[in-house]
């Protein structure tokens, strides 16, 4: 069976400081790979999603930058965080597909990681 | 404007009752998401549709593509029914509703 993982689960850094969050999951190959930030009472924001290792788009400007150096590893940074990158950060994969504009898998459901809870001081 | 309006925003209702939580869109799409946040975060699929209707357990959901809605049914609500439930469509981009939190009481 599939599983997708997420660490660190929580994490406090500083304004200014560097981020990494990782996201694996396991029991599938080649999947679409998706990050998701969910800031205070406002709803899910897709950030970045890849159809493949090194194939990455982004939907939102900003100062968060995504990476996937693993066919089955999605790792979200940025070099110096803002107080308004607090959130929620959720990865997530599907099955993959390239989708009706042949870039989001728009027809395949999503499986999402339990999430890291990201606060900037 | 969203792209996508849930109602209500919030909901109580007593044990065993009968839920509704409707999702609007409008932008075209390709399919219709229902999803389950757990007050943890953690964030669960419940349906993926794109016409008709689909039932797993007590929760059914249906949407009308040409009126552009969908509702999530929930029967015989249960205290850990309570969770913030998620509307998102897909189509060029995903959208996504920003929830109706269900409060369910004993």
């Known amino acids: 069976s599939q599983t997708i993982h997420q660490w660190p689960a929580t994490l406090v850094q500083p304004v200014g400081s560097p981020l990494s969050l990782e996201c694996t999951v396991e029991g599938t190959s080649n999947p679409n790979l998706y990050w998701y930030r969910q800031a205070a009472g406002r709803g899910l924001q897709l950030l970045f999603y890849s159809i493949g290792i090194d194939q990455i788009s982004s939907e939102v400007p900003q100062n968060l930058s995504a990476s996937r150096p693993q066919d089955r590893q999605f790792i979200l940074s940025s070099k110096k965080l803002l107080l308004s990158d607090s959130g929620f950060y959720l990865c997530?994969?599907?099955?993959w597909g390239d989708g009706l504009a042949g870039n989001i898998s728009s027809y395949n459901e999503q499986f999402f990681g339990p999430g890291t809870r990201l606060t900037v001081l | 404007k969203n792209e996508v309006e849930q109602s209500p925003q919030n909901l109580t209702a007593q044990e065993g009752e009968f839920i509704t939580i409707n999702c609007s869109y409008s932008v075209g799409i390709s399919a219709l998401h229902w999803l389950q946040q757990h007050p943890g975060g953690g964030i669960v699929s419940l349906f993926m549709?794109?016409?008709g209707k689909k039932k797993h357990g007590r929760l059914i959901a249906t949407i009308n593509i040409q009126e552009k809605h969908s509702s999530l049914h929930i029967t015989a609500s249960h205290p850990r029914d309570s969770a913030v439930y998620i509307c998102?469509?897909?189509?060029?981009?995903?959208?996504f509703g920003t929830g109706t939190s269900l409060t369910v009481i004993p």
């Open positions: 998102a469509v897909t189509g060029n981009q995903f959208y």
């Open positions: 549709l794109s016409s």
């Open positions: 997530a994969w599907s099955v």
